[in-house]
């Protein structure tokens, strides 16, 4: 590890490598009471008269920094990740069509986008995934009404939360800008894309529009992290930048032939392997990936770890921490 480069510990992180030995701040089930605020009693195995802190916290929660500070080092490195409001709509409506209360009135998407406040009603049933869900996950009121001021405010808290807030739509120079900050090598970012849909809707323009525009808070988020993004990415060298996602999309080809069975994801109905298969939520069947099976057992325990969606991964995780078990709290 070069002298400059700061040893941080990881807030957000879609996987690490089980051989660093570090621990992980485990919810009891799949997620930390979500959509309620995080708190750390529901931390699996924390205890307030202890005081432990972790190394790693990623799992699904509804980010508030005082709670989340009273696990993590105070040297933690912290980092989010945004996705343009309009397609994260989009999939929000495929995947929680049947859980919250507007996108269930809504008889189509398209519907919902021509006339959302129709079906939208403030505090009805998981209506957080419907109206300002970045906003609402990063721990604000959701319907709180839009003015630049306050968006602005809430935009520089984030700001100041966290160190790196990465873009979905550039999720390759993402990895890089990650890879970075935390001084890692290629192959701790290379990836393979889990957790893909059979289908998406075709959004036209005004369309785009107007779920922006429904989800301005969540669009004044993005605008300012865009900015925010490409100024790193200014700072680290446009050159540089494509030179190394070149280099992450090239050593992701060479995995995807060593480890997969043909170079697309496939419905889980093909997958054969349990630890694999992904987990079908909504409407839109989920997407996997079959791994070879005539591979060195350790080459392909590399590739199983690469494909494991996260609820087996945070199984394994539970298991390796807490091998006798732990009632809930």
């Known amino acids: 590890r070069p002298t400059n480069c700061r040893k941080y510990h990881i807030k957000y992180v879609a996987s690490i490598w089980r051989q660093n030995s570090l621990t992980f701040a485990l919810p009891y089930k799949y997620q930390f009471n979500y959509p309620n605020l995080f708190h750390t009693r529901r931390v699996k195995g ?15 929660m509804r980010f508030i920094s005082q709670e989340v500070k009273q696990i993590m080092p105070a040297d933690s490195f912290y980092f989010t990740i945004l996705r343009d409001p309009a397609t994260l709509a989009e999939s929000s409506f495929s ?11 809504s008889p189509s998407f398209k519907a919902f986008i ?31 009404r839009f003015t630049e001021a306050m968006a602005k405010a809430g935009a520089r808290a984030v700001d100041g939360a966290f160190n790196l807030v990465l873009l979905s739509e550039y999720f390759d120079e993402s990895m890089i800008l990650l890879k970075e900050e935390l001084c890692w090598e290629l192959d701790d970012v290379v990836n393979f894309k889990l957790n893909t849909r059979e289908s998406s809707t075709r959004l036209e323009k005004r369309e785009i529009d107007r779920l922006r525009a429904w989800n301005a808070l969540d669009w004044y988020l993005y605008v300012y992290f865009n900015q925010t993004f490409w100024d790193k990415v200014e700072r680290f060298g446009k050159e540089r930048m494509e030179m190394e996602v070149r280099g992450l999309r090239e ?15 496939v419905g889980a109905d093909q997958i054969q392997e349990e630890g694999i298969k992904p987990f079908q939520f909504g409407q839109k069947k989920i997407l996997g990936w079959v791994v070879k099976k005539d591979l060195i057992p350790s080459v392909r325990a590399r590739c199983i770890q690469m494909v494991t969606p996260e609820l087996q991964y945070k199984d394994i995780l539970d298991a390796r921490q807490f091998p006798g078990g732990l009632r809930n709290g």
């Open 114 to 144: 021509a006339h959302p406040t129709y079906y939208y009603r403030q505090g009805e049933k998981s209506n957080h995934y419907a109206h300002n869900l970045l906003w609402f996950d990063l721990g604000f009121n959701p319907d709180m």
């Open 46 to 60: 924390y205890s307030d008269s202890s005081k432990q802190t972790y190394d790693i916290l990623c799992h699904h």
């Open 95 to 105: 995947y929680y069509k049947l859980v919250s209360s507007a996108f269930r009135k």
């Open 251 to 265: 050593r992701r080809k060479q995995l995807a032939e060593l480890c997969l069975e043909g170079l697309n994801p």
